[in-house]
């Protein structure tokens, strides 16, 4: 199951384009299989889901009725990567409860494959998400929060035009709480 999603990391990736499509209910085996996957573990919640849990949390048509929409990142024709925005206005369950903006668009992300890993391609990705979410005019502002520890996360979004503002402790722990506004895009 797991070779039948290995990237072929051969591939000319530093001149392949980095784009977006939405995820549907077809990815989500794909998704699965890197939810499982160490890199990830270690930074995304720390559980491996299994696919019936990936299929509860990760539905699209369920995500859309938490204001959260799921993202395949593409590498040319590859997919490579997961990434999730959100309105962090009424997000419930302890997050960003003094949010007063709903304006205001979280994101989250991931790359599948650990060879691909710090050849900026992230940065490619969270910049393509960025300028995604601000063509849409009321969008104010882009958050996202790595751990405090997750330094790569943390340049990467830096590169990507972010600044960390402050740290937080979120329900799922700390976090360095990093903003973009529309104004620096
Ligand atoms: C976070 C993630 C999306 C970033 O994508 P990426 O392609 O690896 O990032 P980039 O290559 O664009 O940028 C990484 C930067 O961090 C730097 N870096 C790597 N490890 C580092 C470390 N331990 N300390 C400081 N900087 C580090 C790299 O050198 C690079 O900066 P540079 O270009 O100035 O040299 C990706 O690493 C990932 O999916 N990680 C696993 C899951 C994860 O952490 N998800 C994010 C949860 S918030």
Not at 77 to 94: H, I, N, R
Request: a negative charge.
């Amino acid at each position: 199951m797991v070779a039948k999603y290995q990237l072929n990391t051969s591939i000319g990736f530093a001149s392949a384009p980095v784009t977006l499509r939405h995820m549907t209910e077809e990815d989500l085996p794909l998704l699965h299989d890197w939810l499982d996957r160490p890199h990830i573990v270690e930074w995304w919640g720390g559980w491996r889901p299994s696919m019936e849990e990936v299929r509860t949390h990760y539905l699209p048509r369920v995500m859309a009725t938490e204001r959260v929409t799921p993202y395949i990142g593409m590498l040319g024709d590859t997919p490579f990567a997961y990434a999730q925005s959100y309105v962090a206005l009424g997000s419930g369950d302890g997050w960003w409860e003094n949010e007063t903006d709903p304006g205001v668009r979280g994101i989250d992300q991931s790359i599948g494959d650990a060879h691909l890993l710090g050849k900026g391609l992230g940065t490619k990705l969270v910049r393509a998400l960025v300028d995604m979410l601000f063509r849409d005019p009321s969008v104010t502002k882009v958050q996202t929060d790595p751990a405090p520890t997750n330094l790569r996360a943390i340049r990467c979004y830096e590169k990507a035009g972010f600044r960390i503002v402050e740290k937080i402790v979120t329900p799922d722990g700390p976090a360095a709480y990093m903003i973009q506004y529309r104004s620096a895009w």
